[in-house]
């Protein structure tokens, strides 16, 4: 009897590859599965399923997981305002993560023997989902033949020939992730330390060119509503702000990052919805929340950016991490306005019954309410009193 093994399998060369190495020349019985994460349509997804079932797969399973992608993941993501290196919303690293914890919980459910995935040896999806599998299905043999054998693109074209499988041989000139949280976009240009990708290279191309404002509602940190629209999950509000402001060409970058490898990377992205979502949110809490909770918000936040891109996402201090950020947000509720435009948008302002910019409590650089200029003359003394006595103390041993 044949050993299963589960191939996490998105319909390209790579996978299609593995699909016929793994099952005509190793003698598994492949069980593939494709985890949406946002970046696939209904019809791509039942092409992608007619396709594996044609090379000859044993079954194929298709996971909706952009709402647990959401809950699990992304949730957190803007709760702590994560930008990589201040500029990356982790778009394909968080996608990574979700995608292999559904492949693992499909390994445990049909009891496979192996578990394959077709990253290559050069960048960090290998490391994301060999980790996973290592932490989740501990024993489980992980398989990996584009990484393993270092097959050219065109050996793989020849190969899948000679067992009666026409793939395209064109490669295009960028290679493209969509998923809920950004697009990223590869090619010659971020191979090397300098150069942009040119216009027509970014998924979605620039139709609006008139200013428009939007009004993004949040309840708990989280996007409840757009305009006067409301959803019923916030992945639905990404989506929608998505097509608002992706075709003002807003959100676009190239991010260089560290990779977990250790070498650096260049890479372009799109990320229209969550750069708005980041900032505005962002803005948000900087008038509702205290600047101790702001600080240590950012502090951590910052390491779980980082170890999430490094693929950690179940090292249980994440769970904490989640639990002091979620219990931050209890007053980050408001709405919050925008004015897109090509290329750019900037924040107008907040309402929230939160707001700590209150008049009753006085105006920042103009009067106040809440204490005397006799009071402030007394804190300014006692606040910087240490310091005052370190000084008194250097001034007295300079004369020893």
Known sequence: MSKKIVLGFSGGLDTTFCVKYLAEDKGYEVHSIIVNTGGFSEEELVKIEAHARNLGVASHTTINAVEGYYDRIIRYLI?????????????????????????????????????????????????????????????????????????????????????????????????????????????????????????????????KTEAEEVVLEFSKGELVGVNTNHFEHPSKAIQYLQTLAGPFGIGRDIHVGDTIIGIKG????????????????????????????????????????????????????????????????????????????????????IESSFDLMNSRFGKYGEMNSGFTGEDVRGFSKIFGNQTIIWNAVQEENKHQ
Do not use: C
């Open 79 to 207: 709760y702590g305002n994560v930008l990589k290196n201040n500029t990356y919303p982790l778009s394909v690293s968080a996608e990574r993560l979700s995608q292999a914890i559904h492949i693992a919980e499909h390994v445990r459910a049909l009891g496979a023997d192996a578990v394959a995935h077709g990253s290559t040896g050069a960048g960090n999806d290998q490391v994301r989902f060999d980790m996973v599998f290592h932490i989740m299905i501990p024993g489980v043999e992980i398989i990996t033949p584009i990484r393993d054998l270092k097959l050219s693109r065109e050996e793989e074209i020849t190969y899948l020939q000679s067992k009666g499988v026409n793939m395209n041989a064109e490669k295009a000139m960028y290679s493209i992730n969509k998923g809920l949280w950004g697009t990223s976009v590869g090619g010659k240009e971020t191979l090397s330390s300098k150069g942009m990708l040119p216009e027509s290279a970014w998924p979605t191309q620039v139709t």
């Open 266 to 349: 260049r890479v372009g992205f799109e990320a229209a919805a969550p750069m708005v979502i980041l900032k505005a949110h962002h803005a948000l809490e900087k008038h509702v929340l205290t600047k101790w909770q702001l600080q240590w918000k950012d502090t951590l936040a910052q390491f779980y950016g980082n170890w999430l891109h490094e693929g950690q996402i179940l090292d249980p201090v994440m769970r904490n991490i989640e639990a002091f950020l979620t219990s931050t947000q209890q007053n980050v509720t408001g709405k919050v306005f925008i004015q897109l435009m090509p290329y750019r948008f900037h924040v107008v302002g």
